[in-house]
Nanobody, 119 residues
């Protein structure tokens, strides 16, 4: 199993920046792709960005150019640098891990961290 713990959320004004972190523990050797998802009140959870173990990235159109996903495999830590934040970025942000198929198909999720952007 993999345990994920997010940190770094908070309240920021529009145009500001935040950096989210996600610490992974447990069977971290099994992790291939990691990602950030978010869920705003009354909306479905949506993809923000993903990154493979070798560094291939994917971004939602709404955040491309403003957010940067990165990971430190030695520290088992995932990051999300969020710049030029907008009120519509307000949501609970969740860390996700997806294993190599060799290790199964179970995704793991963190508990989430709240990001609130005021106008």
């Amino acid at each position: 199993q993999v345990q994920l713990v997010e940190s770094g959320g908070g309240l920021v004004q529009a145009g500001g920046s935040l950096r989210l972190s996600c610490q992974a523990s447990g069977s971290t050797f099994s992790i291939n792709t990691m990602g950030w998802y978010r869920q705003a009140p009354g909306k479905q959870r949506e993809l923000v960005a993903t990154i493979s173990r070798v560094g291939s990235t994917n971004y939602a159109d709404s955040v491309r150019g403003r957010f940067t996903i990165s990971r430190d495999n030695a520290k088992n830590t995932l990051y999300l640098q969020m710049n030029s934040l907008k009120p519509e970025d307000t949501a609970v942000y969740y860390c996700n891990s997806r294993p190599y198929l060799t290790y199964g198909t179970n995704d793991y999720w963190g508990q989430g961290t709240q990001v609130t952007v005021s106008s």
